[in-house]
């Protein structure tokens, strides 16, 4: 049941809420805000903030979905950095990863055994790739960040089971997220689960903090212990986003100082979510 501010405090004090636990949680929040940015750096987000995130994220989710409907054999990949780019720039929005710390595109694009942060170009998807699309986009000052893997055509059964496993290991992390669990529960879900299905979980590259900045704190690993790691608690906004590879978990860079691969050349695939910490749980900022 819903309590309004001038009804009486359910916690019997005789007051009204608002001047009882409503102003109690008030005070708490404001504390913990203070506490995790002078401690870790941490911006807590206020409502506004979480609904500015909202909107770049249903663009984030609206330009996937016109990638998918794109998507096909013999498309090249600088073709889809244009579709990106046009798309994003038309609904009044930038799209973050151009110019970012040098990176020359305005989306991130992996294919088959290339992990992440591969640049588009003249390379043309073939029938049977998996195809990782990354998009980050900054709609009014704030960012927001989703990437899914597609089947281009028809694909083998270990492409079919790398992205099916690496969909599921996104689910079992997003699922340990509420008030009061820890980073690690989140990597712990991922990297148990991943694991126990042939595959391995990558540990250079994490999930991050959004939405003021491309990437804030906390760091979110994708593997880690149960009950370990910094408390979530609400008002937290990062991305969770896996990498899992069918082999070893090892990766390299390419010369274009960029692009990760696997080092043994197995396939990898991603999937990753915009996510907010709620007072019951989370709520995903660009869901699917």
Same mark, same amino acid.
């Given at each position: 049941?819903?309590?309004?501010?001038?009804?009486?405090?359910?916690?019997?004090?005789?007051?009204?809420?608002?001047?009882?636990?409503?102003?109690?949680?008030?005070?708490?929040?404001?504390?913990?805000?203070?506490?995790?940015?002078?401690?870790?750096?941490?911006?807590?987000?206020?409502?506004?903030?979480?609904?500015?995130?909202?909107?770049?994220?249903?663009?984030?989710?609206?330009?996937?979905?016109?990638?998918? #409907?794109? *998507? /096909?054999? !013999? =498309?090249?990949?600088?073709?889809?950095?244009?579709?990106?780019? &046009?798309?994003?720039?038309?609904? @009044?929005?930038?799209?973050?990863?151009?110019?970012?710390?040098?990176?020359?595109?305005?989306?991130?694009?992996?294919?088959?055994?290339?992990?992440?942060?591969?640049?588009?170009?003249?390379?043309?998807?073939?029938?049977?790739?998996?195809?990782?699309?990354?998009?980050?986009?900054?709609?009014?000052?704030?960012?927001?960040?989703?990437?899914?893997?597609?089947?281009?055509?028809?694909?083998?059964?270990?492409?079919?089971?790398?992205?099916?496993?690496?969909? #599921?290991? *996104? /689910?079992? !992390? =997003?699922?340990?997220?509420?008030?009061?669990?820890?980073?690690? &529960?989140?990597?712990?879900?991922? @990297?148990?689960?991943?694991?126990?299905?042939?595959?391995?979980?990558?540990?250079?590259?994490?999930?991050?903090?959004?939405?003021?900045?491309?990437?804030?704190?906390?760091?979110?690993?994708?593997?880690?212990?149960?009950?370990?790691?910094?408390?979530?608690?609400?008002?937290?906004?990062?991305?969770?986003?896996?990498?899992?590879?069918?082999?070893?978990?090892?990766?390299?860079?390419?010369?274009?100082?960029?692009?990760?691969?696997?080092?043994?050349?197995?396939?990898?695939?991603?999937?990753?979510?915009?996510?907010?910490?709620?007072?019951?749980?989370?709520?995903?900022?660009?869901?699917?």
């Amino acid at each position: 049941m819903k309590i309004g501010r001038n009804d009486t405090c359910p916690c019997g004090s005789g007051l009204k809420y608002k001047k009882c636990c409503m102003l109690k949680q008030g005070k708490r929040e404001a504390n913990l805000k203070d506490l995790y940015y002078n401690k870790h750096r941490i911006r807590l987000k206020d409502e506004k903030d979480i609904q500015g995130i909202r909107n770049a994220g249903v663009l984030v989710m609206d330009t996937l979905k016109m990638v998918r #409907e794109h *998507l /096909r054999p !013999g =498309l090249t990949t600088e073709a889809i950095n244009t579709l990106v780019h &046009d798309f994003t720039v038309r609904h @009044q929005a930038v799209p973050a990863p151009l110019n970012y710390n040098g990176f020359p595109k305005s989306v991130c694009i992996s294919i088959n055994e290339e992990i992440c942060h591969g640049i588009p170009g003249p390379r043309e998807i073939q029938e049977g790739d998996i195809v990782n699309i990354d998009v980050t986009s900054i709609l009014d000052g704030y960012y927001a960040d989703a990437n899914q893997t597609f089947l281009a055509g028809s694909v083998s059964d270990k492409a079919r089971k790398i992205v099916a496993v690496a969909l #599921e290991s *996104l /689910r079992r !992390g =997003l699922a340990q997220i509420k008030p009061g669990n820890r980073l690690g &529960d989140i990597g712990w879900a991922i @990297q148990d689960y991943a694991e126990d299905q042939g595959c391995s979980v990558v540990r250079e590259m994490v999930g991050h903090g959004i939405g003021f900045d491309f990437h804030e704190p906390p760091q979110v690993p994708h593997f880690g212990k149960k009950g370990h790691g910094l408390e979530l608690v609400p008002g937290m906004v990062f991305t969770v986003e896996p990498m899992i590879n069918l082999g070893g978990r090892e990766l390299k860079i390419l010369d274009d100082k960029w692009t990760a691969v696997t080092r043994d050349r197995s396939l990898s695939a991603q999937f990753e979510q915009t996510v907010v910490v709620t007072r019951e749980g989370f709520e995903s900022l660009t869901p699917f």
